[in-house]
Each structure stands twice: as C-alpha cells, then as structure tokens.
C-alpha cells in the first residue's frame, strides 16, 4: 500500500534540478542512431533537458498534443478532456502525481505525466495505481531518445511516490506508442470502440507492475 513507501520529493530550480535525495537527475537523454532514410530533422545545437512543468508551458503543450496526435493520425480537436491541461499544478503536481517537459534549445518537444487514476481506468488500478498521462514526442524530435529518458524519469517517480502499478490509454492506430508501451513491459488489458463525429476508432488500456 502506499503508505508503506518512503516519499521523497524533490526541489526544482529554474532550469536546474536541485534533488533531495540522489532518486531525480536532470539529464540529457542518449540520442538513438539514425534509421534508414528519416525525414530530416531540426539541427539541434543544445541537449535535450527534462524538466518539471513551469506556469506558462500550457500553450506549448497543447501544440505539442495537436501535433503528436496529428502525425499520429489520433487527433479529434481539443474538448473537455483537456481541461487538465490548464490546471496542471492542481490536478498534478499537488495530487500526488507528476509532469515533466523535454525541452531542446527552449523548445518543449516532449512531455509526459503521472497522476491517480481517472474513472475511466480506475477499474485496472488500485489504490497504489498511477495513470500516465500527456506523454507525447514531438514527431520532429522522434528517434534521439526523448521518449525513453522520459518514461523512465517517470517510473522512477512513481516509485518514489509510493505507486506499485501503472496504467495508460491509448489508440489502436498508435502503433509505435503501442509498441514502445510494450517494450516497457506493459500489457494490454482492455479495448473499447468509439466513435467521433462518424470516425469509428479503438481504445486500449495497459498496465503495468513496477
């Protein structure tokens, strides 16, 4: 249960993490080899750093949503599911959750998020349960390893808040989140079909044991 975990917490400075304990480091994450013939990509002049959300990012991350989600061919417009996106601090950071940004060259390209389960996913967690959240690589940045030092700050996090399980949603058109949700060791637990102004699309849930 969680209350049987040691909680630490740790204090962000500007750009600089300043930790409490040796548990969080800001980093630059390892780039990824490039891949055949890619798509060229941004020059970037500066390491990728990940960083916790700061007021003002909002309007940054849901530019960054709309694109990840369009390349993704998984975006249906904002609505009232992207409310949290403008209280991050309350529905996050002060529920016992977490939001990191990458950012490269001032630039956020990735993000990524922890909280308590939503009622949509509660049924596959428990009271030691986080869902992750909001966790998007801008498709200009893919392959130099943003994603993976993202995720993994975040496990590493919800272990330090005390949580024993993670779970997700995501599209089944998704296929390379799917596949990178996979090869961290999550499971498919649940598919749902919806539908969006006459779109018909899937919904699956994963979860995962830390």
Known sequence: MRGSHTVRYNVFVGRKIRP??????????TPAPPKGDAPKRPAVTDDPTIRRYQPGDEAALRELQRVALTDAGAYFGEGAVDEDLGR????????GGEFLVAEVDGKIV?????????????????DAGAELKRFYVHPEYHRRGIGRA????????????????????????????????ESRGFEERRRESGEDEGERYEVLTYRKVL
């Open 20 to 29: 409490r304990s040796s548990s969080y480091q800001q980093h630059s994450p």
């Open 88 to 95: 991050v601090e309350s529905v996050y950071l002060d529920a």
């Open 110 to 126: 990735g993000s990524g998020a922890l909280r308590r389960p939503s009622e949509i996913v509660g049924e596959l967690s428990d």
């Open 150 to 181: 993202l995720y993994d700050d975040l496990e590493a996090r919800a272990r330090e808040l005390g949580y024993e399980t993670m779970v997700l949603e995501t599209t089944a058109r998704q296929t390379p989140a799917r596949r990178f949700y």
